[in-house]
């Protein structure tokens, strides 16, 4: 990102009045007002003045068909950067995700899917989460149960993760295979998907023949499991919230959002690209490729188990969007997200 000079504290404060005044009405803003609704001092004559300054320095735009002038990216970057840190949510947005997390809660991406429509409620954008992975996932249960004509395998992971998958029953297996199989499996609790498969190929190699082929079995099912959740996925909720956006949102711009959050893998790519290892984070427009693109920005926020990061949550939306309440509500929804993890891992 291209490096731009320091503002003083007066461009500071009209940048900050403007931004505020468009993401209200979204509006180009004019100085007359700035004059009036900011409470800054100054006649409107010298708000033009740090208007233009602005334009010239690049915080600002001035669209053809008005007198008046909206944020850049820059200008939307300046102003998330000088936000207080850990801003305060309303009473009644505090009130609602108390509600929600006061729910029973035995699985980890159900929670996750209430949580992204829950931020989208809370902020009137889509809500996004990346869900843990298979692969990093530890095994809590793992059992063969024999079913007559077929086999079921059911794992179950820390997060409340399951997978099953029905197989054929082999000829001529002996009763007490399935039993001694499913004991000998017993050994990878605790362990990753990606682990347990390793080690069942181990197990598997020492095992008689009936048993050593159940075992392979389960290996199988869970190496599909892992491959099939290796790139991730993502939970996507409140997408509707972004069509009440399209008499300030362009519709080929709302268009090409649309069709990325229908294709799941490049959405998934981009939220990689823009989270880290911190805490809120915000991507701005231009800041990213497809962000550009979109003329979006996202909000996102990890959550972790313990110390261990183990999947994301935020928000997409225009870059015309509240900030502080948007991230107030993303910090605070992965907050909440942190304690289920880690109480469901404890």
Same mark, same amino acid.
């Not at 033009?48 to 320095?57: F, G, K, T």
């Given at each position: 990102?291209?490096?731009?000079?320091?503002?003083?504290?007066?461009?500071?404060?009209?940048?900050?009045?403007?931004?505020?005044?468009?993401?209200?009405?979204?509006?180009?803003?004019?100085?007359?007002? &700035?004059?009036?609704?900011?409470?800054?001092?100054?006649?409107?004559?010298? #708000?033009?003045?740090?208007?233009?300054?602005?334009?010239?320095?690049?915080?600002? $735009?001035?669209?053809?068909?008005?007198?008046?002038?909206?944020?850049?990216?820059?200008?939307?970057? !300046?102003?998330?950067?000088?936000?207080?840190?850990?801003?305060?949510?309303?009473?009644? *947005?505090?009130?609602?995700?108390?509600? !929600?997390?006061?729910?029973?809660?035995?699985?980890?991406?159900?929670?996750?899917?209430?949580?992204?429509?829950?931020?989208?409620? =809370?902020?009137?954008?889509?809500?996004?989460?990346?869900?843990?992975?298979?692969?990093?996932?530890? =095994?809590?249960?793992?059992?063969? &149960?024999?079913?007559? %004509?077929?086999?079921?395998?059911?794992? #179950?992971?820390?997060?409340?993760?399951?997978?099953?998958? &029905?197989?054929?029953?082999?000829?001529?297996?002996? %009763?007490?295979?399935?039993?001694?199989?499913?004991?000998?499996?017993?050994?990878?609790?605790?362990?990753?998907? =990606?682990?347990?498969?390793?080690?069942?190929? *181990?197990?598997?190699?020492?095992?008689?023949?009936?048993?050593?082929?159940?075992?392979?079995?389960?290996?199988?099912?869970?190496? #599909?499991?892992?491959?099939?959740?290796?790139?991730?996925?993502?939970?996507?909720?409140?997408?509707?919230?972004?069509?009440?956006?399209? *008499?300030? /949102?362009?519709?080929?711009?709302?268009?090409?959002?649309?069709?990325?959050?229908? !294709?799941?893998?490049?959405?998934?790519?981009?939220?990689?690209?823009? +989270?880290?290892?911190?805490?809120?984070?915000?991507?701005?427009?231009?800041?990213? %490729? +497809?962000?550009?693109? /979109?003329?979006?920005? #996202?909000?996102?926020?990890?959550?972790?188990?313990?110390?261990?990061?183990?999947?994301?949550?935020?928000?997409?939306? %225009?870059?015309?969007?509240?900030?502080?309440?948007?991230?107030? $509500?993303?910090?605070?929804?992965?907050?909440?997200?942190?304690?289920?993890?880690?109480?469901?891992?404890?």
């Amino acid at each position: 990102m291209t490096d731009r000079p320091d503002l003083g504290p007066r461009k500071a404060a009209v940048l900050r009045a403007v931004v505020e005044s468009y993401v209200r009405s979204g509006e180009p803003v004019g100085s007359e007002t &700035i004059a009036e609704h900011s409470g800054l001092g100054v006649s409107s004559a010298t #708000i033009r003045n740090e208007m233009a300054a602005l334009e010239e320095m690049g915080y600002l $735009s001035h669209p053809h068909t008005s007198a008046g002038r909206i944020p850049t990216d820059a200008g939307y970057r !300046h102003y998330v950067d000088a936000l207080p840190v850990g801003g305060k949510l309303r009473e009644v *947005q505090r009130r609602e995700i108390a509600s !929600h997390f006061a729910k029973a809660i035995l699985d980890l991406e159900e929670v996750l899917k209430g949580s992204v429509q829950l931020l989208s409620r =809370l902020t009137q954008y889509a809500g996004l989460a990346v869900p843990p992975g298979a692969s990093d996932e530890q =095994l809590v249960r793992l059992e063969l &149960i024999d079913m007559g %004509p077929t086999l079921m395998v059911l794992a #179950i992971g820390q997060h409340g993760r399951v997978d099953k998958q &029905i197989v054929d029953h082999p000829e001529r297996l002996e %009763p007490h295979s399935v039993a001694r199989a499913e004991a000998r499996a017993q050994a990878v609790r605790g362990l990753t998907y =990606l682990e347990a498969q390793a080690r069942l190929l *181990q197990i598997a190699a020492e095992a008689p023949g009936e048993e050593h082929d159940l075992l392979l079995t389960v290996a199988d099912v869970l190496r #599909i499991a892992s491959v099939g959740e290796r790139s991730g996925h993502v939970v996507v909720g409140g997408v509707a919230n972004l069509a009440d956006e399209t *008499q300030d /949102w362009r519709r080929a711009t709302l268009r090409r959002l649309f069709e990325s959050l229908e !294709h799941e893998q490049e959405l998934l790519h981009v939220l990689q690209d823009v +989270s880290d290892s911190g805490e809120v984070k915000v991507t701005i427009g231009g800041e990213h %490729p +497809s962000t550009g693109e /979109w003329e979006a920005s #996202i909000v996102t926020a990890p959550f972790r188990s313990g110390e261990q990061t183990v999947g994301t949550i935020g928000i997409v939306g %225009p870059t015309r969007m509240d900030y502080l309440s948007a991230m107030a $509500s993303v910090r605070s929804v992965a907050e909440r997200l942190t304690e289920v993890a880690t109480e469901l891992d404890a």
